[in-house]
């Protein structure tokens, strides 16, 4: 099974003819290849001030030995792999300037690969990580190409036969849906695009597969002309991959809803040719081996023609049960979901608690609750730039009372570790006393609480005196989080490059949390463990937020999404081993409110099943886009669509823990209106940010005023009116509980249009609607309806049974 061989006139010239003085030239291209791409490496990593952007970055932290390989990695693994990829590649692909430069990517995705194994110790993660430094390994490619061609010495082009190809084109697609690790999942890949994965079904698969097998052959055809041996194989399989991105983002063009108000289609072709790209790099070496092979066999050079289908067969055999190795070591993300179901599924929380089944929260009588209200801050230990100024204001019952006038029925109530647990090992009595304070309130009026372990830029502390910012970098204010007894920076500066999220001190300190320096996480995961205990008993704390926003560290997705996963599987467990029960709800990193959309901890990350995915939806709000004056990357639209993708993967419900912030201009409520009529349209509940927010909040900046719904009037301290008109949409009607399951909702002020549907008559149907005036109900399949005045407005009630509708006028 191959194509017949094609000789270039001069092949076996050159292969029989000594080295030309020219050839001999040539051979410093390699040499000016290495020195190339230690010198980028160098220039990077002294011009980027983060640490981030470069190849190999160097924040200005000190490695510490202490804390394991991982502070060395990049070191002692990346730059080791890269420099001899690229001489191999300078070697073999470097007479022409596209072989070299798809050889420098491949040398950089592999380089990336292996730092990121030394440090996981996890292949599929390593592999699957690679893909994420594609936009560092193209330029870089570029520019080493052209200084190799320009200053290498004088060039022969070659030709070869292109040899096998569809033999190895079959293999590398035949084993794809088995390796498939981590690769082809999230946010990116809606219904309809051809992913190589078991879990994805079968007709997607095979169109995959078929889809692999054409585009390896093609490149092969084309690569293994320029660039002999196992290299021409391996680099054939990496551009194909990038080939396979390309038509699943045409694919995702059309299934996904194309630019509707944003950008989208673009970041989406940028993931799927990531993803390309690092399983051609990461696995085409099975092509360049196999290719070489069957050239062999072919030959007769390694065996005899009549043993050729014995070796055929062999080599399929040895690779498919390293495939099925593999896939045994690396479950489907379906798998890993169906397994972590069905060990969580032994534990269900008590009678009166809210629980997470399937898609919707629920409570203990199975009826669906929508938990709609605010963020509150006013117990966060923020960093307070001036002395006179508070950064914090009082949180009383008042905010409570008024928060249930709005029909609000949660609180995600924004804690923080520094002033929970201030000394290691002893959580502070009187915090606890606030919180338990807190909590009351809430049941009081009839609101539930997500108690959420508050982080912004991880610790609340400023740039030291002294700190020189490194160019690009400016002096920062401090802002929330972790107690200095668990932030470990190692000599980073604490200066911020475009925002509190990107500081060389704040990623370094994130870094060692994940890697749990000192054991910095495991404590982290056993004060959950401590706070869950006080409030094991108490049903209106609807869950626990484990950390807000984490951010990416230095190493994402190695941190974002398996050493985050790894930390909310040991949290959970604390949790769960102190008796609470009650929902916990995860987020993805901080990179999700920044670009609207993120990977996530990966997939079966716990076997707990009471979990809730809960991101921040903050798409044309906080996004980047926003500060870079971009068109949206997210619309408000998409971002619930892919927040919702990303929810199934996990087999969890979606809620959102943070949105609004929409600014000051003309367009915020029109953007509010659009919010709230997805959110309604897909069911759901959030909590928006945020109730109140003092002048001396660092995140709101000393102004006239405090920002927030409730507004503070800076120069008096006291309260300026609040915004009503985003209170006014806030506060619409929508059923705060609802037998059985929603099918459809509609709302707009005190006017709502709901659906349901249950298999058992239940009487506990709760509908907000605001007001003065009662509502004007009209029902179908349910039966009792009262109306009853509350502050604020009226709770509608009555019993459902089946499918059944409710409708006011407002």
Partial sequence: MHDAPTTHPDDQAERTTPVSAGARRTARRPLVAVIAMLGLIVVQAVADPTGLLALVGWSGAIPQASAGMWPFAPYLVFVPVVLGVVWWAAVRAGDRFWTLAAGVVLAVL????????????????AAWAAGFVTAKAVPAALIVAALARWLGGPTTRRSFEHGSIWPAAVIIAVVAPLLAGLWWTGAVYAVGIPVARLDRGIPSMLVAVVLIAGATALCLRWMRARVPGVLGGWLAALLAGGLVGLVQAVVALVVDGGFAGDIWPLMAAYVTVADGLAFGACLGWIVGVSAVVFDRVHAGRTARAEQAPELVAAAVAVLAVGAIGATLAVPSAEAASAEAGAAGAAVSPPEGFLRAEGSIITDDAGNQVLLRGANVNQLVDFYQHQPDVPATRPLTENDYAGMAEYGFNVVRLNLSWSALEPERGTLDPKYLAKIEEAVGWGAEHGIYTVLDMHQDGWWNGPTEEGTVCRPGTEEMWGYDGAPEWATITDGAPRCQFTGRDISPAGDRAFQNFYFDTDGVQTAFAETWGELAAEFADEPMVAGFDLINEPGFGETAPVTTSHQLGRFYDRAIDEIREAGAQQIVFFEPSILWSGLGFDTGPTPGFTDDDNIVFSPHLYAESITMDRDLGIPPIVSIERQFALAQ????????????????????????????????????????????????????????????????????????????????????????????????????????????????????????????????????????????????????????????????????NG
């Fill in 110 to 125: 592999l380089a990336q690969a292996a730092a990121c194994f030394v440090m996981t110790w996890d292949l599929a993660v």
């Fill in 645 to 808: 993708r990303v929810a199934d993967l996990y087999d969890a419900p979606l809620w959102s823990g943070e949105y609004g912030y929409w600014g000051e201009d003309d367009d915020v409520l029109a953007r509010m209106n659009r919010y709230a009529d997805e959110e309604d349209e897909r069911r759901l509940g959030s909590a928006y940010w945020v109730w109140k927010q003092a002048c001396g909040d660092p995140q709101n900046g000393i102004g006239p005023f405090g920002n927030a719904l409730m507004m503070q009037e800076c120069e008096t301290g006291g309260d300026a009116p609040p915004k009503s008109e985003l209170l006014e949409i806030l506060s619409r009607a929508y059923p705060q509980s609802a037998p059985g399951m929603l099918t459809s909702l509609e709302a707009e002020g005190a006017a709502v249009d709901l659906a349901g549907t249950t298999p058992d008559r239940s009487c506990d149907l709760a509908v907000w609607v605001p007001g003065g005036s009662e509502p004007d109900v009209e029902v179908t399949g349910i039966t009792k309806v009262e109306s009853t005045e509350v502050p604020g407005g009226w709770i509608v009630t009555g019993c459902a049974d089946g499918d059944y509708t409710l409708t006011t």
